[in-house]
């Protein structure tokens, strides 16, 4: 029986190991979701500006 205990003792702290590895908390990975850009889709830029050529489409009768 305390054979099995430390070696879930052990293997939890090898799990705990791993998710601070992986970024710690859920809370903290769901934090960082957020900010990570997703690979194939381009990052929208927030210094976008339009095209001052380009009219509203209110002007153009629609």
């Not at 908390?25 to 050529?53: E, Q, W, Y």
Request: charge should be positive; glycine fraction near 8%; avoid cysteine.
């Amino acid at each position: 029986m305390n054979a099995q205990i430390s070696s879930l003792n052990t293997q939890i702290s090898q799990i705990q190991t791993f998710n601070s590895q992986l970024g710690g908390t859920n809370s903290n990975l769901v934090a960082r979701i957020g900010t990570t850009p997703i690979p194939g889709k381009p990052v929208r830029s927030s210094s976008f500006k339009p095209d001052p050529d380009m009219e509203p489409a209110t002007k153009q009768g629609r």
